[in-house]
């Protein structure tokens, strides 16, 4: 075999980026006998206009609920929509059979609206712009 060649993109194209999750999907199967990943997206829309507010996407996959995106428009935050949506989607992954959730933010985005809900913060690692982390953060569910 010829030596392989090494790309670095912007812009991965989706079958590859398919192929790529695809292939650690069939190993992940394989050690453990059984696919339990499923999508799922919560959101919010204003029931005149159909308009999105806001929402969360995510997955659920071995017994673990992950928090991908959590958006709300500028004018909803605050009013406890964002809770509603969070509390929805932990519901629906105590639905699906996850024990914990998983996560992460940035300090200056809601590190704390999480732990007020009950997440706790298993790691930090610091990232731009300067004086600012990205914040992991689990809870039981």
Same mark, same amino acid.
């Given at each position: 075999?010829?030596?392989?060649?090494?790309?670095?993109?912007?812009?991965?194209?989706?079958?590859?980026?398919?192929?790529?999750?695809?292939?650690?999907?069939?190993?992940?199967?394989?050690?453990?006998?059984?696919?339990?990943?499923?999508?799922? /997206?919560?959101?919010?829309?204003?029931?005149?206009?159909? *308009?999105?507010? +806001?929402?969360?996407? =995510?997955?659920? $996959?071995?017994? &673990?609920?992950?928090?991908?995106?959590?958006?709300?428009?500028?004018?909803?935050?605050?009013? /406890?929509?964002?809770?509603?949506?969070?509390?929805?989607? *932990?519901?629906? +992954?105590?639905?699906? =059979?996850?024990? $914990?959730?998983? &996560?992460?933010?940035?300090?200056?985005?809601?590190?704390?609206?999480?732990?007020?809900?009950?997440?706790?913060?298993?790691?930090?690692?610091?990232?731009?712009?300067?004086?600012?982390?990205?914040?992991?953060?689990?809870?039981?569910?």
């Amino acid at each position: 075999m010829t030596d392989p060649i090494f790309q670095v993109t912007d812009a991965p194209a989706p079958e590859d980026a398919a192929a790529v999750s695809d292939g650690l999907n069939a190993f992940n199967d394989e050690v453990v006998g059984y696919s339990d990943r499923i999508p799922r /997206g919560v959101f919010a829309r204003d029931p005149d206009t159909g *308009e999105l507010l +806001g929402g969360v996407t =995510g997955r659920s $996959s071995l017994g &673990l609920l992950f928090l991908d995106i959590f958006w709300l428009s500028k004018t909803n935050r605050r009013a /406890g929509m964002g809770s509603q949506l969070l509390r929805m989607a *932990e519901d629906e +992954g105590r639905r699906r =059979g996850c024990r $914990s959730g998983v &996560l992460y933010t940035i300090t200056f985005q809601a590190p704390a609206f999480y732990q007020r809900h009950g997440w706790r913060v298993f790691g930090e690692v610091p990232c731009d712009p300067p004086g600012t982390s990205r914040i992991f953060l689990t809870k039981e569910l």
